[in-house]
């Protein structure tokens, strides 16, 4: 389905009915233009190769190579592709190779149609869309050791609503329920991130939960 406006988003999935779900899932979203589709690492490259889609949501496993390798290379050739991970692999190895290949998204194919559809708008409006699950990889990886000495020092400057919604970033939150948790609406929940994110000086989620982390400018707990 082609419409005239809107993203053009690329899946790469080898597994017929997930590939089928997530291509229908999107494309019952007004707002993406179209929706490509792909099975494996070589006709990924061919579409990248073709034009440069707005979003490329991609599977780590793939038959003929790793999605790892795929993301790395929309980030050379294709530099305004927004790469997001969709996939069943969980574990603190892959997900911190994707994210260093430059995915700046994690889903686990557990998300729901709403949550991947939003998820898709997140990323378009700057932000970086992790799954629940993930971000408790995330929070264990960085919460073991203790501050270093030499962790940047001083006031980023956030807001009290600001450091509100960095605390549930870090419990895990998504948007939405970042939104819901400090009754505000989703547009103004993203515009505060954006501004953690600035002040920060970071790109990622990850890269927040660290800050905070690290800058102890939030106490680490689980989600509610």
Same mark, same amino acid.
């Given at each position: ?74 980030? @050379? ?9 969709? #996939? %069943?692999?969980?574990?603190?190895? *892959? /997900?911190?190779?994707? +994210? ?76 939405? @329920? ?9 547009? #103004? %929940?993203?515009?505060?991130?954006? *501004? /953690?994110?600035?002040? +920060? ?24």
């Amino acid at each position: 389905m082609t419409r005239a406006t809107g993203p053009i988003v690329l899946v790469v999935e080898d597994d017929a009915p997930t590939r089928e779900y997530i291509v229908a899932t999107l494309e019952a979203d007004d707002g993406v233009q179209r929706v490509d589709k792909a099975s494996t690492f070589d006709e990924g490259a061919a579409c990248l190769r073709a034009g440069a889609p707005d979003v490329m949501l991609v599977d780590l496993g793939l038959p003929d190579g790793n999605g790892i390798d795929l993301i790395r290379l929309a980030r @050379e050739r294709s530099p305004r592709t927004l790469s997001m991970v969709i #996939t %069943a692999l969980g574990d603190e190895g *892959s /997900i911190f190779s994707a +994210l260093e290949a430059g995915a700046l998204g994690y889903l686990l194919k557990s998300e729901g149609p709403d949550d991947l559809r939003l998820a898709v708008a997140q990323l378009l409006e700057g932000g970086a869309p992790i799954s629940p699950g993930i971000a408790s990889h995330l929070l264990r990886r960085f919460s073991d050791p203790a501050p270093s000495s030499d962790a940047r020092e001083g006031d980023p400057g956030l807001t009290r609503r600001e450091r509100e919604a960095l605390e549930l970033i870090v419990k895990g939150f998504t948007y939405q @329920e970042v939104a819901d948790a400090m009754n505000i609406t989703h547009n #103004t %929940a993203t515009s505060h991130i954006r *501004s /953690i994110y600035r002040k +920060l000086e970071v790109r990622s989620r990850s890269e927040a939960v660290y800050e905070a982390i690290s800058q102890g400018i939030v106490t680490i707990e689980g989600k509610n």
